[in-house]
């Protein structure tokens, strides 16, 4: 196998030489990162110095502390993955995942991590691009469908009691979607995440198959955290609340656009040639407010500009013990409530048993001021046919 080699100045050049000669690859190359404590002019290794991988299909680390701390020995393997080639070191060996190929239109929006507002960028997608598309999405989560499930009309709240009843999590993610983006959408689910976002398991292929049936002009895959849909897609979103941890910077490699909520880490996607959104996230429910509202929620989300009286609020969905205390001391006429966590198994029936309206609510992407309007963006990455 052809290799790059990482090397750094503070080894010897004949004791990178022999361990060259040692390992089992052919090397085409040597990438010299830093430190000149042992060099003497230009290091001779027995191959070329090189700035780039120059056709090798594996990268190997013979370089060491202080010259590639964690940080940036992972910000290195990020570029060599980005690239499809894998990194590998003394006790560490790191993959590109495996994207199948897939021919409809599509795009993915993913993560670097669990509530960065990636499911609201995901509707808010499908939504822009379903005023002249016909859009389909695949979502995957770790509490989705055994098989693949299409979700062809926006669930009741009814049928997610139900679904809940009968042991189902009625709040995952495609559920959310198939609500509030009123678009087909499929469940999948996946198993554990790499480091670099590929899943241990999932039947997101599957999904994928299920969706290129409905004749669909453009698929939109739904990542799960910080696991990344195994499909190669058209163009790629990535929603962003740390870009420098771990191999975070891979996935800003592979994505077109970051969303994120934060200044510095929009500089930091900046540092890395790629484009940068700032963006912030407000309540929108789907409903008319009446009476006094209580709110439920996963986080902090502005609620302010509702206008509504707003007599209590809860941002204790994804902790039940919590919940259950807010719920025990909550008195409103409506329930208002993320379709996240226990928002149908405790609160939906806390609702249903003590006849309060339940309204359900969306996180609303809105780009921050200076920003690009938002559902032009989305729109440009999907140059799919145009229905009439």
């Known amino acids: 196998m052809k290799a790059v080699a990482i090397v750094d100045g503070e080894h010897y050049p004949d004791v990178v030489r022999e361990a060259l000669v040692e390992l089992p690859y052919e090397f085409v190359g040597v990438m010299l990162v830093g430190g000149t404590e042992k060099l003497r002019g230009?290091?001779?290794?027995?191959?070329?110095?090189?700035?780039?991988?120059?056709?090798?299909?594996?990268?190997?680390?013979?370089?060491?502390?202080?010259?590639?701390?964690?940080?940036?020995?992972?910000?290195?393997?990020?570029r060599f993955l980005a690239d499809g080639i894998p990194y590998v070191g003394a006790d560490?060996?790191?993959?590109?995942?495996?994207?199948?190929?897939?021919?409809?239109?599509?795009?993915?929006?993913?993560?670097?991590?669990?509530?960065?507002?990636?499911?609201?960028?995901?509707?808010?997608?499908?939504?822009?691009?379903?005023?002249?598309?016909r859009v389909v999405v695949v979502a995957m989560g770790r509490g989705g469908p055994a098989a693949p499930e299409l979700i062809e009309s926006p669930p009741t709240l009814d049928d997610l009691v139900a679904l809940s009843r009968s042991g189902r999590h009625a709040a995952s993610d495609h559920l959310e979607t198939a609500v509030l983006a009123g678009v087909p959408t499929i469940g999948c689910r996946r198993a554990g995440g790499g480091m670099a976002g590929a899943p241990f398991t999932s039947n997101v292929v599957e999904g994928a198959e299920l969706a290129a049936t409905l004749d669909p002009d453009v698929v939109v895959f739904d990542g799960s955290g910080a696991a990344i849909p195994p499909i190669d897609v058209g163009a790629r979103i990535l929603v962003a609340h740390d870009v420098s941890s771990g191999l975070n910077p891979y996935r800003v490699l592979i994505s077109d656009v970051v969303l994120t909520m934060s200044a510095a880490v929009a500089r930091d996607v900046r540092a890395l040639d790629t484009e940068a959104i700032l963006f912030g996230l407000r309540l929108r429910p789907v409903e008319p407010l009446t009476g006094r509202v209580a709110i439920f929620t996963t986080g902090n989300v502005p609620f302010a500009h509702l206008g509504a009286d707003v007599v209590f609020v809860s941002r204790n969905l994804s902790d039940r013990d919590a919940l259950a205390d807010d719920l025990r001391a909550v008195d409103a006429d409506t329930f208002v409530v993320e379709i996240k966590a226990a928002a149908i198994d405790m609160v939906a029936e806390a609702a249903l048993e003590r006849g309060v309206k339940l309204v359900f609510a969306d996180n609303e992407v809105v780009?921050?001021?200076?920003?690009?309007?938002?559902?032009?963006?989305?729109?440009?990455?999907?140059?799919?046919?145009?229905r009439a």
């Open 42 to 78: 230009v290091p001779d290794y027995g191959v070329p110095l090189v700035t780039a991988p120059r056709g090798a299909e594996i990268a190997v680390d013979l370089s060491d502390e202080p010259i590639l701390d964690p940080r940036t020995r992972l910000h290195l393997a990020s």
């Open 92 to 133: 560490f060996r790191f993959d590109p995942p495996t994207f199948h190929s897939f021919l409809p239109p599509s795009l993915a929006v993913i993560g670097t991590g669990k509530r960065v507002g990636k499911t609201a960028v995901t509707g808010a997608l499908a939504r822009a691009l379903a005023r002249d598309r």
């Open 367 to 386: 780009p921050l001021p200076g920003e690009p309007d938002l559902d032009e963006l989305f729109r440009g990455l999907a140059p799919s046919p145009v």
